[in-house]
């Protein structure tokens, strides 16, 4: 057979089959280290330094780790044959701390030259992390302060880049009864259906509610546009024989009570009478 023909046809099996040679080359080049790992020869210094890490979290507890440590362990995943401390310095440089870098959104971590893959995992976290703030306000708890209140729209909002709107339906103990997110809109704004909310109360028998949402922007402060909102929810609410408990504004770093910091007293929005809010709405 003609060479050129032959060299053809190997060109063209190996492109026809690249994924199972890289996988058996893989395999190949993980069963070689595990060899000398299993040996004691030739250990990378990495491993090492991840068996390390991993006996430092069974003597002294992973909540003594440092914010680049804390990320370097989450990393072992992403790569499993690579050194991570350089990266999880990088990210906690480029964002300051772990809150930061696993509230960072692909585009923010593009920017800034981290790969989709650290993006990918970083996104995996962040949901984790949300979804067990979330399934920890479970219906039946009593809302007995408004601290708890601030807790739990704190965790209902944690890492979401939207504006949402929740609500938490109270019965006469102030117990939960159900908790939904009755809107969603852009990073600064939103629209809630008010009628929806009010057949909701009624439906549900809901002595108070506590209406809760989230500025990504991280502005702590009541927009005009929030305090509007809440006097006409505040009228529909009583109009159906209920009351608002309390109203919250969070942000990853934190929450509000408008009912503590004067917004919305006696069944009324005085930051709205007296003209005490925040005038530029972007945020």
């Known amino acids: 057979m003609d060479i050129d023909i032959t060299k053809q046809l190997e060109e063209e099996f190996n492109e026809a089959f690249k994924d199972e040679i890289n996988k058996i080359s893989e395999t190949k080049n993980a069963a070689k280290l595990k060899k000398k790992v299993d040996s004691g020869k030739d250990t990378p210094s990495y491993l090492k330094h991840r068996k390390r890490v991993k006996a430092k979290i069974k003597e002294g507890g992973i909540e003594y780790f440092e914010d680049y440590e804390l990320l370097e362990f989450m990393l072992f995943s992403a790569y ?3 050194d991570t401390k350089p990266l999880a310095k990088s990210l906690i440089i480029a964002f300051g701390s772990v809150s930061n870098v696993i509230n960072a959104t692909r585009d923010e971590l593009k920017m800034k030259g981290f790969t989709d893959t650290v993006a990918t995992l970083l996104a995996g976290y962040r949901e984790v992390v949300r979804r067990f703030l979330e399934q920890m306000s479970t ?8 601290q708890v209140a601030k807790n739990y729209v704190h965790a209902l909002c944690f890492g979401r880049k939207t504006e949402c709107v929740y609500c938490i339906f109270l019965n006469n103990k102030k117990g939960i009864i159900t908790i939904e997110k009755i809107a969603e809109g852009t990073g600064s704004s939103v629209v809630v259906y008010l009628e929806e ?16 949402h989230n500025h990504p922007s991280g502005r702590l402060i009541p927009s005009s546009d929030d305090l509007n ?9 009583m109009a ?6 309390d109203a919250i504004i969070t942000c990853d770093s934190g929450s ?23 005038e530029d709405d972007l945020y």
Not at 259 to 277: A, H, P, S, T
């Open 256 to 278: 509000i009570s408008l009912v503590e910091e004067g917004y919305f007293k006696d069944n009324q929005v005085i930051g709205l009478l007296e003209g005490r809010y925040e």
């Open 197 to 212: 909310l009010f057949r909701k109360i009624v439906l549900l028998r809901a002595k108070y509610i506590v209406v809760g």
């Open 139 to 146: 219906p039946g708890r009593c809302l007995n302060n408004r």
């Open 80 to 82: 499993p044959q690579k």
């Open 229 to 237: 909102l809440l006097n006409e929810i505040n009228k529909g609410v």
């Open 240 to 245: 159906v024989r209920s009351y608002i408990y």
